[in-house]
Antibody, heavy 119, light 109 residues
Framework: QVQLVESGGGLVKPGGSLRLSCAASGFTFSDYYMSWIRQAPGKGLEWVSYISSSGSTIYYADSVKGRFTISRDNAKNSLYLQMNSLRAEDTAVYYC????????????WGQGTLVTVSS | DIQMTQSPSSVSASVGDRVTITCRASQGISSWLAWYQQKPGKAPKLLIYAASSLQSGVPSRFSGSGSGTDFTLTISSLQPEDFATYYCQQANSFLGVFTFGPGTKVDIK
């Protein structure tokens, strides 16, 4: 069965960096586009970034553009999110999600990893 | 960028009730619309994609309709496990951005 497991969250000071990972299993990872979506405590869902199956197409939300970098390693079945210049407003649960082939919705989600930006 | 709105922001309903949630896009998105259900402390779950297609394993009491700018999620007979928050999402990948609506919380009356 499809599994997505995020890791790498934690407490970081404003201006700091963190790298999130998402380990995928149960499907051919290299065939699928992937995405990161976040949810601040008590708030709604916010799409963060999207990467094509080969990594050649990447999109970012304006709120993270220039600070976050999405990448993937198809040999390791892994998705990453490098987060730099972190701000308090980046505090959230970060989910990785699989993008349905040929579509733009998210058919499988991980359980999420919490990132807290605080001094 | 396309903005997504939902109404109502919350609804109180009883088991067996018919519940309808509306989602509106600030510009036409054809049928590129998905609906998700989220329970507290859990990841969202895909219910409906392409505006009206039911995701595998989702009960048939859930249905979606609409195209262009106006969309609807209907729960035909609310069950105890349906009390949750529901989000719509603009799903046109060609736009390079994937916007969620603010959510609608369905709670017990």
């Amino acid at each position: 069965q499809v599994q997505l497991v995020e890791s790498g969250g934690g407490l970081v000071k404003p201006g700091g960096s963190l790298r999130l990972s998402c380990a995928a299993s149960g499907f051919t990872f290299s065939d699928y586009y992937m995405s990161w979506i976040r949810q601040a405590p008590g708030k709604g869902l916010e799409w963060v970034s999207y990467i094509s199956s080969s990594g050649s197409t990447i999109y970012y939300a304006d709120s993270v553009k220039g600070r976050f970098t999405i990448s993937r390693d198809n040999a390791k079945n892994s998705l990453y999110l490098q987060m730099n210049s972190l701000r308090a407003e980046d505090t959230a649960v970060y989910y990785c999600a699989r993008v349905r082939k040929g579509m733009g919705h998210f058919d499988y989600w991980g359980q999420g990893t919490l990132v807290t930006v605080s001094s | 960028d396309i903005q997504m709105t939902q109404s109502p922001s919350s609804v109180s309903a009883s088991v067996g009730d018919r519940v309808t949630i509306t989602c509106r896009a600030s510009q036409g998105i054809s049928s590129w619309l998905a609906w998700y259900q989220q329970k507290p402390g859990k990841a969202p779950k895909l219910l409906i994609y392409a505006a009206s297609s039911l995701q595998s394993g989702v009960p048939s009491r859930f249905s979606g309709s609409g195209s262009g700018t106006d969309f609807t999620l209907t729960i035909s007979s609310l069950q105890p496990e349906d009390f949750a928050t529901y989000y719509c999402q603009q799903a046109n990948s060609f736009l390079g951005v994937f916007t969620f609506g603010p959510g609608t919380k369905v709670d017990i009356k």
